[in-house]
Every structure is written in C-alpha cells, then in structure tokens.
C-alpha cells in the first residue's frame, strides 16, 4: 500500500515494529504517524492556553469532529456523543435502562466478554433475565444467525445486545435484518459495533437501533480513546453518562440534555477524538477509491488469509465469505493441558508461542470458554506459523508492504466430549448459564 512504500528518508507511516508480524489489528492497531502528529498538534493546543481551550473552544472544536464522524457513520450529528471506547458506550446504555423483575435480556453466545459482564450485571441488579442465544460457528448462512436469535425471543424480551461484527469469531452479523426482525416483536437492540466503523458502511440514521456504539480507534485508525455512541432520539431521555457532570443542571436551552451531559465528563484528554476528523482524512485517502476501496481491500486480504490458513489447516472456511469483513476466524482443535490466563486480557500459550517463537502477533481466543481441559494444539504450529507469516509478507522483519486486512483470528474451540450433547457448550445452552471462567477476548 502507498503509505507503507513511504522513501527512505521520510517516517514510516506506521509505527509497527518490523521485527514483528503484525496480524492483529483488530484487537489494538496501530495508529499511523499523521494522525498521531495531528494529536500531538492538539495536546499542543490544550497545554499552551488551558483555559481557552477547555472554557471557550472545545465544545466548537468537539461539534465538528462530532460532525465528521456523524456523516462517516451516517447519522445526524445531534443523535452521537464521543465515548472513550465501545465497552463505555454498553455500558453507558445498559446502566441507564431500568427493568422489571422477570425481564428477558437477549444476547448471542458470541458477544464480547466485556459487554456480556456489563449485561450480567445490569440483568443482577434489576432481577432480570440473560437469554443467551446459541449461534453456530462455524455457519453456512446469515440466516442461521437470524433463526438463531429470534429463537431466543419470548413475551417477555425488552432488550437485545448484538454484536454487528463478534470479536471471537470475527463475523459480520446481519444487523439491519436482526434490528429490524426485533422491532417487528417489539424488541429493542443496543448493537454493540465496536469494529465496524470502517470495516462495514455504516447509516445508523436508517438502521433503528435503539443505540450503537463503534470504535474509532479500531478500523478508522484515529488515537486510542476515540469511540462514538449513538442514541435514536426518543431514548436519548433515558440514557445518561456514567459520568454525572455539569450537563445535568445546566440551564442551556439551545442544545439538548443529551448533548450537554455527553460533552462534558470531567477534564480529560479530548485529542483523541479531536483526532477523528484526520484519521478519516488520511486513511481515506490512502486508495484512489477512499474508503469504500479501503474496506474493500482489508476484506479482499483477510479472506484471502483465510484461504491460505484453510489450506495449511486443511479446513474448509467456517463461515460464508458474505459475513466476512476484515477479521477471519478459524477453530483449532484443543490441546491436553489447561492453561491460566497470564492477562487481564485472555493470552492463550500458542499465541505466546507463535509471538516467541515466529515473531507472529496473533490472537488466539477461547470460545465460548477455555475448553474444559485445554487449550489449542501446539502439534501442528509449524505448518500453522509458515502459513501466518505467509499472510504477513515474508519472514519477521523484511518490509512488509501490506498491514491492512490480515487480522487472523484463530478460535480455539470447547472440547466436543462423546456423543452431540454431552460437550460443554451442549451444558451452558441447558443451564442458560455461562462457562466459567469466562473467556475475556478481545
Ligand atoms: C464486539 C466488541 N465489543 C467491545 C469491544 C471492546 O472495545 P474497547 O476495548 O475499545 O471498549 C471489542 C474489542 O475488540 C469488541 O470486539
């Protein structure tokens, strides 16, 4: 890609380490230097006049950025407020909801760790209930996902929370359809898109979801700390910061209560999201055909990743290319010992492996759960690791032309114990409870 072919003697565009093979920008990419200087510019700004920035122009300064990424995301400016990062915006959502006692809250058993403990807790607190919708994986159809959740649907369903692409499995789920099949049952979404923006077109204004909230600092590029969250006007009433700040008294008239409490949280660091109108500048304008060609490319690399893991594995693609964007998935068999997490964040030991070993950045996820007894088979690594770096453009620390699209996701799946039925996924559907532990990922 052009920005990686930069001349010898200017900065290189990324700031990636070119000892290592990079395959996992889904999880925390990095940030390319133009936009990390636009921040820096920012920063600048702030500490040379506190006061005039802080006082006088970042709400200004705020609105436009707001703006920019508004029309990117296709929604009005006045329905979308900066957040920190997604988990935030669930959050935020959910711990502002009340709920009756016996309320059915609908989650698929792919959702992000995370965002499953934010509903695990909202559901705790109000007495209500988590219905946990099983989606295969892997899949032949999106429609599978659709018959999947609506399955999970009862009188009693208030809420959902999907995921528009999963973390662990790296697909994207037919949102429009699901949101709407909800509506249709009287049922609310709260998608959690922490990776779309940027990997998928967005036009929230028309998709219906009750809320939504996206990174920027996942496929947009911007700096970390730049999320957005989105909220159809007639819930905006009900959904409050976690932050409780000046917004709520204030006797402001000319912009809304939802404006006024989500612009002002407290002092903090707002380059990040001051940052998002560059980050879509200049990733932007990185391909002749902007960013309908940038998506285009990163999925055309990923699935052709897929390709050439598939073979190495001899596997066929677990799911259809129509639900792949810039994240592929493959299962891998378990391994006989268990492992502990090392993290706050899952580290499984073959992705440590391939990280000390190959000099190969990779997540690999345990899903739904750390298998029972294990954890995915090392037997085989080598074949694996030839075809990852295959992906990565030679071996560690020759240029590497192309970073974009090849976030590989390897998903080391639950031990399939005796006959159908009896594994601990075939549990956790009867019980209606989760695995423990549970696997965070990322
Ligand atoms: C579906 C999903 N939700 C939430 C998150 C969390 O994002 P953040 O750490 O920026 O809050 C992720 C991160 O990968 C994710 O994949």
Redesign the pocket.
């Known amino acids: 890609m052009n920005a990686a072919a930069a001349h010898p003697s200017e900065p290189p565009f990324w700031l990636l380490d070119p000892q290592v093979v990079f395959l996992n920008h889904?999880?925390f990419g990095s940030c390319p230097r133009p936009v990390l200087d636009c921040q820096r510019a920012w920063r600048d700004r702030l500490e040379r006049e506190p006061i005039q920035f802080f006082v006088r122009d970042l709400e200004g300064l705020l609105d436009a950025a707001r703006a920019s990424l508004a029309r990117f995301v296709g929604a009005d400016p006045a329905n979308l407020v900066f957040v920190?990062?997604?988990?935030?915006?669930?959050n935020t959502v959910l711990r502002s909801l009340r709920f009756r006692r016996g309320d059915e809250l609908l989650v698929t058993d792919h959702?992000?760790n995370?965002?499953r403990n934010a509903l695990d807790y909202v559901a705790g607190r109000e007495r209500a209930r988590v219905v946990v919708a099983p989606v295969p994986f892997p899949l032949h159809h999106a429609d599978e996902v659709l018959e999947a959740v609506l399955a999970g649907v009862t009188a009693r369903t208030r809420l959902a929370l999907l995921?528009?692409?999963?973390?662990q499995t790296g697909l994207v789920l037919p949102i429009d359809r699901l949101v709407r099949a909800l509506a249709d049952r009287g049922v609310e979404t709260l998608v959690?898109?922490?990776?779309a923006p940027g990997m998928v077109p967005l036009t929230l204004e028309t998709l219906g979801a009750a809320a939504y909230t996206g990174?920027a600092?996942?496929w947009l590029c911007a700096p970390k700390g730049a999320?957005f969250l989105y909220v159809r006007p007639d819930w905006q009433p009900r959904v409050r910061p976690l932050i409780i700040s000046h917004g709520a008294n204030s006797p402001r008239k000319e912009r809304s209560r939802f404006l006024l409490e989500f612009g002002w949280t407290g002092t903090g660091d707002p380059s990040a999201a001051l940052s998002v109108p560059k980050a879509l500048e200049v990733m932007g304008g990185l391909l002749p055909d902007g960013w309908p060609g940038l998506m285009a490319r990163n999925r055309q690399l990923a699935l052709e990743a897929r390709r050439i893991l598939c073979r190495a594995i001899d596997q066929p693609a677990p799911a259809p290319a129509e639900m792949i964007g810039a994240l592929a998935a493959l299962p891998l068999p378990d391994a006989p010992e268990t492992a502990a997490p090392k993290s706050p964040l899952y580290l499984d030991p073959l992705q440590e492996a391939l990280r000390a070993g190959e000099g190969i950045e990779v997540p690999v996820i345990p899903w739904p759960a750390p298998p029972a007894a294990g954890v995915a088979d090392l037997g085989t690594s080598v074949q694996r690791a030839f075809a990852l770096r295959a992906i990565g453009g030679g071996s560690a620390g020759q240029a590497r032309p192309r970073f974009w699209g090849r976030d590989v996701r390897l998903v080391a799946r639950e031990r399939v114990q005796g006959a159908k039925g009896q594994g601990p996924r075939a549990k956790f559907k009867a019980q209606g409870k989760r695995p423990v532990p549970a696997a965070p990922?990322?």
Do not use: L, M
Request: aromatic residues 4%; proline residues 4%; glycine residues 10%.
């Open positions: 889904g999880s920190p990062n997604a988990t935030a915006g669930v959702e992000y995370a965002c995921d528009h692409v999963t973390s959690d898109g922490a990776h990174n600092h996942k999320a990922a990322r």
